[in-house]
């Protein structure tokens, strides 16, 4: 979709993942996109908090790409903030439509060590 996140449509993109809770600290959501492995990588840095039954309200704090010994704080191009809608959870698996209208699935995996595989 034309409105959803840059990160999503970007071309190249190998894998996205989010550390939520106790990996990226009390509230925290870290969101990683991994262009090339072990090469170039995307941390969005940030905080989220429920509003409500099947909403999470998102704030980006900071952006950092890193290359291999390097990491380079990036300006946010807007004010950070957004939510996501919840349109299916379990244990698993997670549904969820962003606020430009992007669809995401998140599938459970186990925790990874560190923001890049080196």
Do not use: H, M, T
Request: with cysteine; hydrophobic share 40%.
């Amino acid at each position: 979709e034309e409105d959803a996140n840059p990160l999503a449509r970007l071309s190249g993109v190998l894998s996205q993942y989010q550390e939520v809770g106790a990996a990226a600290g009390p509230g925290g959501l870290d969101n990683v996109v991994i262009f090339v492995p072990l090469l170039l990588s995307l941390r969005a840095k940030g905080r989220c908090r429920v509003a409500g039954d099947e909403r999470c309200v998102v704030n980006i704090d900071s952006i950092v790409v890193e290359i291999p010994g390097k990491e380079f704080n990036v300006d946010i191009p807007n004010d950070g903030s957004g939510f996501v809608d919840y349109l299916y959870l379990d244990e698993d698996l997670r549904i969820v439509k962003g606020n430009r209208g992007g669809y995401y699935v998140g599938v459970k995996e186990a925790p990874r060590k560190g923001f890049l595989p080196w």
